[in-house]
Nanobody, 112 residues
Framework: QVHLIESGGGSVQAGGSLRLSCVAS?????MGWYRQAPGKERELVAT???????NYADSVKGRFTISRVYAKNTVYLQMNTLKPEDTAVYYC?????????WGKGTLVTVSS
């Protein structure tokens, strides 16, 4: 069992920035971020593999950057030029050896 702990959420005005962090209790092959806005389904934000391959949702390309420190089992999400539509609970995800792990989520609120 791998545990994921997120941090860094909060409230910010449109155009601002936030940085999310997620620490895993064990090694994970692919780490990523998903988000769920009120009344909507959970959606992919960005993922990064151990080889550094990244994948982004079209809605965040050019604004968000995912990165990781392998030695610390930590993944980051730098979010710039935030928009009100980015408001959601952001979940850290870890996928390895066919298992899928989730953090409890951290709330990001962007006001106009």
């Amino acid at each position: 069992q791998v545990h994921l702990i997120e941090s860094g959420g909060g409230s910010v005005q449109a155009g601002g920035s936030l940085r999310l962090s997620c620490v895993a209790s064990g090694s994970i092959f692919t780490m990523g971020w998903y988000r769920q806005a009120p009344g909507k389904e959970r959606e992919l934000v960005a993922t990064i593999t151990t080889t550094g391959n990244t994948n982004y949702a079209d809605s965040v390309k050019g604004r968000f950057t995912i990165s990781r420190v392998y030695a610390k089992n930590t993944v980051y999400l730098q979010m710039n030029t935030l928009k009100p539509e980015d408001t959601a609970v952001y979940y850290c995800n870890g996928a390895t050896y066919g298992m899928n792990y989730w953090g409890k989520g951290t709330l990001v609120t962007v006001s106009s």
